[in-house]
């Protein structure tokens, strides 16, 4: 379901972002900024790239974004810290690559079992989310401003050698999965790690792991999956919308003038919604690709299955809101909102297709 309202909202945005002119005092920025993805990837790579040379394009090369590959300045996991350090002045990043220090940060990457895109940015843009979302970074200690900057369809939920019918099927599979998606799966008896994207195929391939997830169709065809595992199952329960980030260091943002902060805004905001449309028009050709010229099996969850893999959520958002109160505080919000929101999407939109 895609909202008028937040297409709506982004064309202001846009047309606020080609309004901006430069003044002609300013001091010039360059932001050197390592990715977390490739560049070479659809969307979570190569749309970062075209917002930074939107962003030198819309300052008149006030503002310029120099983009790093993945590990080539910092390795991806290291981001959030070289960027609140100062070694780098900024960074995209993924909330999820921060779990393991700030647990509740994977709330601002991809939530199992929703929302999805639309009703997540209205309760980043128009509900508390983006208020917690710095207060969170500002709270751990981290000497960061966080822009949204990107958010993609739902992704699938995992490539397996063969059919997966019952929990039983899981346990003991060796799989790569990310953020709480992956606390999950460890409840359901699957041993988890985790992996940068140019780390997958090669695990795949000596029997590292047994089983992956990554992204959607269009990134897990590039990445090859498929010529190892067949079975690719649907839907994305674990990411209905991923969301990442813009991490600029904080000393360096209050440098810049009001311009420059509105245009980065204004430029991280209309990429949300390039990166979205861009993710929904891609996938379909992939899918009908992958069964007729690869030999993959779209499968698609048991009720049994989703009911697992709900419970299994259910239960880790209690032990997160019992272990940790910033996690609470994120998540009772979010709740809250999504439970207003509930009434508008019971009567607003017409009933999915089946599948």
């Given at each position: 379901m895609k909202k008028t309202v937040v297409a709506t909202i982004t064309v202001v945005c846009l047309i606020a972002l080609f309004s901006i002119t430069a003044h002609a005092g300013e001091k010039k920025l360059l932001l050197k900024a390592?990715?977390?993805?490739?560049?070479?990837?659809?969307?979570?790579g190569n749309t970062i790239v075209t917002l930074a040379a939107n962003i030198n394009t819309a300052s008149n090369g006030n503002i310029r974004i120099k983009c790093y590959e993945p590990g080539k300045l910092i390795p991806p996991f290291e981001i959030l810290s070289a960027v609140s350090s100062g070694k780098v002045n900024a960074g995209f990043g993924s909330g999820a690559y921060w779990q393991g220090k700030i647990p509740e940060a994977a709330l601002f990457s991809a939530v199992p079992f929703g929302p999805e895109a639309d009703e997540y940015l209205a309760w980043i843009f128009h509900g508390n989310g983006l208020k917690l979302y710095q207060e969170?970074?500002?709270?751990?200690?981290?000497n960061v401003k966080v822009l949204p900057c990107l958010i993609i369809s739902p992704e699938t939920s995992g490539w397996f050698s063969k059919p997966i019918n019952s929990v039983e099927d899981l346990k003991g599979l060796k799989m790569r999965f990310f953020g709480l998606g992956g606390k999950?799966?460890?409840k359901l008896g699957v041993a988890v790690s985790m992996m940068?994207?140019?780390?997958?195929?090669?695990?795949?391939?000596?029997?590292?792991?047994?089983?992956?997830?990554?992204?959607?169709?269009?990134?897990?065809?590039?990445?090859?999956?498929y010529k190892i595992v067949k079975y690719n199952y649907y839907p994305g329960w674990h990411q209905q919308a991923t969301l990442l980030e813009?991490?600029?260091?904080?000393?360096?943002?209050?440098?810049?003038?009001?311009?420059?902060?509105?245009?980065?805004?204004?430029?991280?905001?209309?990429?949300?919604t390039a990166s979205l449309a861009y993710s929904e028009a891609i996938q379909g050709a992939v899918i009908k690709e992958n069964a007729e010229q690869r030999g993959v099996h779209n499968m698609y969850w048991s009720d049994e299955m989703l009911t697992a893999?709900?419970?299994?959520?259910?239960?880790?958002?209690?032990?997160?809101?019992?272990?940790?109160?910033?996690?609470?505080?994120?998540?009772?919000?979010?709740?809250?909102?999504?439970?207003?929101?509930?009434?508008?999407?019971?009567?607003?939109?017409?009933p999915r297709t089946t599948k």
């Open positions: 390592p990715l977390c993805f490739s560049s070479s990837l659809p969307i979570l969170m970074y500002d709270r751990a200690g981290y999950v799966m460890q940068p994207a140019g780390e997958i195929f090669q695990a795949l391939e000596k029997g590292v792991i047994d089983a992956t997830e990554f992204s959607f169709p269009a990134i897990d065809q590039k990445l090859g999956f813009l991490l600029i260091n904080k000393d360096t943002w209050n440098g810049m003038s009001p311009a420059q902060q509105t245009l980065l805004e204004l430029a991280t905001r209309a990429n949300i893999f709900k419970q299994s959520w259910d239960e880790v958002v209690q032990e997160q809101v019992n272990q940790n109160p910033g996690f609470k505080k994120i998540w009772d919000d979010l709740s809250a909102f999504r439970a207003d929101y509930a009434y508008w999407k019971a009567l607003a939109f017409l």
